[in-house]
């Protein structure tokens, strides 16, 4: 597997980087963006490709890259949803319903609906259902639900999680802002009173598919994260090479300079990890959702001690309200905190490296019987 971006993805994060320079706030003002600024970027992002179409749709990689650069930025935009779904139902176009397969071709916005009320990211623990086409039910945290188009909600449908396709103004569907950390991210509370489908996935397909949304959802958070510690952590180390005490900058002290070393391989590790996961994904390895949640159980943590360390850079200003170094945080522990967490991740490791032990114990004691 090459891990080296090609030409042709150097520059699309460089042509990427550029339009959010011409198109968005600056990230320490990136807050004060109202409907009117998000909705002209997207349209710009639209414009310049990021949903694909014509044989040109984007990898897992590509849409890393361009993840990262909206993390740098603090951008806000309906991106993980988005591009997140069409990445999922892109090898199944042939077998999916047309309501689902016309998501390919068109440049909806689209939500994910699978966090509940005091639930999990798994989907075997959704409560919400689906019955002769109807979905009931409750989603947390659902991002942008009140400007997308579509909402692509995580359900039972008999007894197994299914995928269900919702308008968002479809009669029975209610929405209310929930409060987030990060305030700039337009987070909802969606009820489904008895909603109408548009199209509904089942079976093996949606299971599938389903496994595939959170893989590459998680990876999408994950590099969106280590854009924004990339960030905060850039603008420390400019501010070491900068700022002076006793005559000297604060970062020839050599304690300063092995926390940045730290936090430079900290940084580089995420990305690499990431950037990985991202490459198995796209290539279909064996095992390529397991390295997913080792990457976003890995950046869950990293990205949020890279953020950390360089607050102690910056020292007792970084803590006061008109420093931006608390917005990069923000964003940083909001996308920490979907599709999984690192202990979430982590404990769905565990199980899977216990059942593949039990299993590899078990036959071999039936390979030792059947020798006797």
């Known amino acids: 597997m090459d891990l080296e971006l090609s030409d042709e993805q150097v520059w699309l994060e460089e042509s990427i980087n550029t339009l959010l320079e011409r198109r968005w706030l600056a990230a320490e003002s990136a807050w004060q963006a109202g409907e ?21 749709d984007l990898g897992a990689i590509e849409l890393c890259l361009v993840a990262r650069a909206v993390g740098g930025h603090l951008a806000v935009v309906p991106l993980i949803g988005s591009v997140a779904v069409r990445y999922a139902l892109a090898p199944f176009a042939a077998e999916l319903p047309d309501d689902f397969r016309a998501l390919q ?14 639930g999990g990211w798994s989907p075997s623990g959704v409560r919400a259902t689906v019955k002769d086409s109807r979905l009931t039910g409750t989603k947390a945290a659902v991002e942008h639900a009140a400007v997308v188009d579509y909402l692509v909600v995580v359900a039972l449908v008999g007894a197994e999680p299914g995928l269900a396709l919702v308008r968002r103004d479809s009669p029975g569907v209610e929405w209310g802002d929930q409060p987030a950390l990060d305030g700039a991210v337009p987070l909802s509370r969606v009820t489904f009173g008895d909603a109408n489908t548009d199209a509904v996935l089942s079976g093996q397909l949606a299971q599938t598919i389903i496994d595939r949304l959170i893989s590459v959802g998680g990876l999408l958070a994950a590099a969106e994260a280590v854009g924004a510690s990339a960030n905060i952590f850039s603008q420390a180390q400019s501010y070491a090479t900068e700022r002076r005490q006793f005559g000297r900058t604060i970062g020839s002290n050599q304690a300063l300079r092995h926390l940045m070393a730290d936090l430079h391989v900290r940084q580089a590790s995420s990305w690499s990890t990431t950037l990985y996961a991202a490459a198995a994904l796209d290539e279909g390895i064996p095992g390529a959702r397991l390295t997913g949640s080792v990457a976003k159980a890995y950046v869950s943590r990293s ?6 360390g360089s607050i102690q850079v910056f020292g007792g200003i970084a803590f006061t309200e008109e420093h931006p170094a608390h917005r990069f945080l923000r964003r940083i522990i909001l996308r920490e905190q979907q599709f999984g967490d690192a202990a979430h991740h982590e404990r769905e490791l565990g199980r899977t490296l216990a059942a593949t032990a039990n299993a590899s114990a078990s036959a071999s004691g039936i390979n030792e019987r059947v020798a006797a």
Not at 36 to 56: D, H, P, Q, T
Not at 105 to 118: C, H, K, M, N
Request: proline content about 2%; charged content about 25%; cysteine-free.
């Open 105 to 118: 071709t068109s440049d909806a916005r689209l939500a994910i609906g699978l966090l509940e009320p005091g």
């Open 303 to 308: 990205a949020r001690e890279v953020a950390h």
């Open 36 to 56: 009117a600024e998000r909705a002209r970027l997207w349209e710009s992002l639209v414009e310049f490709g990021l949903l694909g179409g014509a044989g040109n």
